[in-house]
């Protein structure tokens, strides 16, 4: 037998060999099924004494190699669970044993990648006197001044009336919505530098100096700086980075994260940068490859980056780009009921939904619009705009919503709502609402149908999915799901309040504003009662009297992707209140982002566990909205200069490219 052969053979029968158990290698005594005895065995059983006498070792001995390999799978298996389910456990046996993705073998020891974390009161980063301090998180907020305001969810008589909208007339830019005149110029009266009239900056504009807005400028330059060169060191050309493992992912094969970043990086003023990701782009980005892309993924991150980016510089480069990709996504819309198909294969122009499934995403074909409806505009191609159009045309007039909202899911086929009964504002839903706003800015407010169902939509929220947290009254969106009230809310949800915002900044009912300022401290507080001061992606808020804090976390619930939306959010408060507490809100979380998410060799990881700060659990992936979205809303949340990007002239799409309105473009 060749030292070969002996490798080759099970371990089990050579330590039995050595034994003298075996007496002939090639027919082992033993089972290839499974069957784990550890009762009686016949012969071997009289009285139980002799039974009895038999060592665990020796019953363990006696096992077939199959069934203790079985044994030891559960076991690794069951220990794997553990880890997986209680993420303090790790911290315990972090040395050598946590591992949560399956590419473990590129992955290095985590924990040492990570930054030590730092002490409260202890900033890596310099602070501002104005920060506020992250003691406390577990104590509920003192907000008393939120309970004092009353519930906003008692809509009273507009609520009777909200599926039965009515535009009693338009006048000269006026319009009547429940008896209340909407002033859609409203916004056109702006003082010099683009400010609103609306909410002249509350008595803490002293506080708050020119050297502060360029400190914190310069963080956000210098955290994008740092996500870049992690980015540029282990992903370059690739669609995401993999910080811990200091590798990629890919998702379609497109250089996402570059393409997501172009503009950031144009509005950041970080040159350099900027041209070297469009020199790959010129030399390297080709739409014609064999991919299945997701239409809706494609069009916000790709599509709309490219084209905001041709809009910021002027460069036919992204506009060529632009075209290219656009016409490719076109073959999602060929299905029998004109509503698109989730995935194209932008090589061959062939489309189809989901393996298992005929349905798309309500969110997904109603948050296409405002990219495709640019390059209509810029193409002189109407087939464009003609494809998303026939979308809102169809969902405007469908059966199964609830006063306004929309279920989740569509069927290619017959165009009619699926999965009906769950109503929710978070993941599948979201920015339907998000994008009948701004499709409505967009063309210059001139679509009664989007904002009519824009409307009665908020008004459908206000009825249905607004409550009111205990003990501190935090004002909340929760979900209906087959009529029962639940008291979940996605940080997805956290766009809403900028949105709410920018609706009221556009001439629609001021308790807009007032709804979007109270769910905006709710996202603040999703944050900061966090130990580390990050928000996780869901929470549950407890309704119950005597319920001692506002906000549960599900231990499923504990991870944070470096989303945008609570910034976002923040970016449109600020921009329309001038009060300095957004940007102080924001500070805190862009802190909180660099001592819990920061990876030393560079980029930022989404984490686990924002419940621990001593340990949050990096999941070594930086998704591109990180760069596209929110370094890029922090930069313009801290500005103070508003004609960068302003809203008179860009709508935002749902990942942060600022297109043209129409109007001013
Ligand atoms: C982004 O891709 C977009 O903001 C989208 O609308 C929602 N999800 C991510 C960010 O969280």
Avoid at 145 to 165: E, F, M, P
Avoid at 228 to 234: H, M, N, Q, R, V
Wanted: neutral net charge.
């Amino acid at each position: 037998m060749s030292s070969t052969t002996v490798r080759a053979t099970d371990w089990r029968n050579i330590s039995q060999f050595r034994k003298g158990l075996v007496t002939d290698m090639h027919q082992p005594s033993r089972r290839d099924y499974v069957s784990i005895n550890f009762g009686h065995r016949s012969g071997s059983y009289n009285n139980g004494k002799h039974w009895r006498k038999q060592s665990c070792w020796r019953k363990w001995k006696q096992l077939s190699r199959l069934q203790r390999s079985l044994i030891l799978f559960i076991l690794v298996l069951l220990f794997i669970c553990l880890i997986a389910s209680y993420p303090t456990v790790t911290e315990h046996l972090r040395d050598g044993h946590q591992d949560t993705d399956s590419n473990s073998a590129m992955k290095p020891f985590i924990p040492q990648m990570l930054p030590e974390p730092v002490k409260r009161g202890q900033p890596p980063m310099q602070e501002q006197p104005s920060q506020r301090k992250l003691s406390n998180k577990r104590r509920p907020p003192v907000l008393n001044h939120l309970q004092k305001k009353g519930n906003t969810s008692d809509t009273g008589a507009v609520d009777k009336a909200a599926d039965s909208i009515k535009k009693k007339g338009k006048e000269q830019g006026v319009i009547s919505w429940h008896g209340a005149m909407i002033d859609i110029n409203h916004n056109t009266e702006r003082t010099k530098n683009g400010e609103n009239k609306e909410g002249s900056p509350p008595n803490q504009k002293a506080k708050f100096s020119k050297e502060s807005e360029a400190v914190r400028l310069a963080a956000v330059q210098e955290a994008f700086r740092h996500a870049w060169k992690g980015y540029k060191d282990f992903a370059w050309g690739h669609d995401e980075l993999k910080p811990i493992s200091k590798s990629y992912s890919e998702w379609f094969g497109l250089g996402l994260t570059l393409i997501d970043a172009l503009d950031t990086m144009w509005i950041l003023s970080l040159k350099e940068e900027f041209e070297e990701a469009k020199a790959w782009v010129a030399a390297e980005l080709t739409f014609n490859k064999n991919v299945d892309v997701n239409l809706f993924e494609t069009t916000i991150r790709i599509l709309g980056g490219l084209l905001s980016t041709y809009h910021l510089t002027g460069d036919t480069l992204f506009l060529d780009k632009a075209k290219d990709i656009g016409s490719r996504l076109m073959p999602a819309f060929n299905t029998p009921s004109k509503i698109p198909y989730s995935d194209v294969n932008i090589g061959k122009g062939t489309a189809h939904p989901p393996h298992w499934t005929s349905d798309s995403t309500v969110a997904e074909v109603t948050s296409i619009q405002l990219e495709f409806r640019e390059l209509s505009r810029l193409t002189q191609k109407p087939q464009y705009q003609d494809a998303v159009a026939e979308i809102m045309k169809q969902i405007h007039k469908l059966d199964g919503k609830l006063d306004g909202l929309v279920p989740m899911f569509i069927n290619t086929n017959n165009g009619q709502f699926t999965h009906q009964g769950i109503y929710t504002l978070g993941a599948r839903a979201d920015s339907y609402y998000e994008y009948l706003l701004k499709q409505w800015i967009q063309g210059g407010k001139k679509e009664d149908q989007l904002l009519e169902d824009y409307l009665q939509a908020i008004e459908g929220v206000k009825k249905n999915l607004l409550q009111k947290s205990s003990p501190s009254g935090l004002t909340f969106v929760g979900e209906v799901s087959h009529g029962q009230f639940s008291s979940k809310m996605d940080h997805l949800v956290c766009f809403l309040p900028g949105t709410l915002a920018l609706g009221a900044y556009n001439g629609l009912p001021s308790d807009h504003m007032d709804l979007a300022k109270q769910l905006m401290e709710t996202c603040y507080q999703m944050y900061t009662q966090m130990e580390t001061g990050l928000s996780p992606e869901i929470v549950h808020f407890n309704m119950h009297q005597g319920s001692t804090r506002d906000i549960d976390v599900k231990l499923a619930d504990r991870h944070n992707l470096l989303r945008p939306e609570t910034v976002e959010s923040l970016f449109y408060l600020y921009r329309f209140t001038k009060d300095h507490k957004y940007q102080d809100w924001g500070w805190e979380i862009l802190q909180n982002f660099n001592r819990y998410t920061k990876v030393p060799s560079g980029g930022y990881t989404s984490i686990n566990n924002v419940c621990d700060p001593d340990y949050p659990s990096p999941r070594d992936k930086m998704d591109s909205f990180f760069l596209g979205e929110t370094l890029k809303y922090f930069y313009l949340l801290f500005s103070d200069d508003f004609n960068v990007i302003s809203l008179d002239q860009y709508v935002f799409n749902t990942e942060a490219h600022p297109l043209p309105i129409w109007a001013s473009a």
